[in-house]
């Protein structure tokens, strides 16, 4: 047969731990002004202008803009893409969210919307972009608009690798201090449902905390006068005092001190 066991909690301190999940991100836009567009006109499919380096997260990225498209199939658009300027014995692999557009060079008016796109960049796949950027025809009269410049804005989230934070606390357990709560319910004589007439003085009490603490006044009141809702018992060969005394005792399971006997 299974023996079920159960422990007590002590009073003190109880250990308690919990762990979170944290995943953070570092966010940054970088725009890239090619002047003179209209001049790279016929640069040639696969012939591109870099940006300059900028940093985000630690790591360095630049952008390569092809203005007559990064592969011959792609030859009726400007094609864009990041890059990771990655370091030799760079192992680090970057998960990234981007987008690149065109902007209005004066009042920054976003003239491509290209969705947002999410790559993880490594030593296998340092860049990653947009083949149909913009149509050429598109960016030949942008160019015109803007005095021959355009400019490309790149907004980078780099998101960092998760970890995990165990944190430890304690839980305070109050000290016991059930007699003091006894005696406070027994002097306040709220929920008492029996009464005792002592020597001419009441004293009011609970007959279920007067059960469990005494069997004679489990008797008592569990026996011929169980279930009767106003109780009113005499007794009249004990002094009240005493009485009060003995009450206390069931009470808080200490004595009661005497005021007048602690100074004789």
Request: glycine share 6%; with cysteine; net charge neutral.
């Amino acid at each position: 047969m299974a023996n079920n066991s159960t422990s007590e909690v002590s009073h003190g301190q109880l250990p308690k731990t919990w762990s979170t999940c944290l995943t953070e991100s570092v966010t940054a836009v970088h725009d890239f002004e090619v002047a003179n567009s209209r001049l790279l006109d016929g640069i040639g499919v696969g012939k591109h202008v870099r940006s300059s380096n900028f940093s985000v997260g630690g790591f360095e990225w630049f952008m390569n803009f092809f203005p007559d498209g990064r592969m011959a199939d792609y030859a009726g658009y400007a094609s864009v893409f990041l890059d990771r300027d990655i370091q030799q014995n760079d192992t680090h692999n970057v998960r990234t969210k981007f987008t690149l557009n065109m902007l209005e060079k004066d009042s920054e008016a976003q003239l491509t919307k290209c969705d947002e796109i999410d790559h993880v960049f490594s030593s296998a796949k340092s860049y990653w972009g947009y083949f149909r950027f913009v149509a050429k025809a598109k960016l030949k009269s942008s160019s015109q608009a803007n005095n021959g410049s355009l400019i490309i804005r790149c907004v980078l989230t780099l998101i960092k690798e998760p970890r995990t934070k165990v944190k430890r606390n304690t839980v305070v357990v109050p000290q016991p201090n059930l007699q003091d709560q006894l005696c406070q319910m027994w002097k306040d004589g709220q929920g008492a449902d029996v009464i005792f007439s002592v020597g001419g003085q009441l004293f009011e009490a609970h007959r279920c905390l007067l059960a469990a603490r005494s069997l004679v006044f489990k008797a008592e009141l569990f026996g011929p006068m169980k279930g009767k809702e106003t109780q009113c018992i005499k007794i009249d060969d004990i002094a009240p005092e005493i009485f009060e005394a003995l009450l206390h005792f069931i009470y808080t399971d200490s004595l009661l001190v005497n005021e007048h006997h602690r100074e004789g």
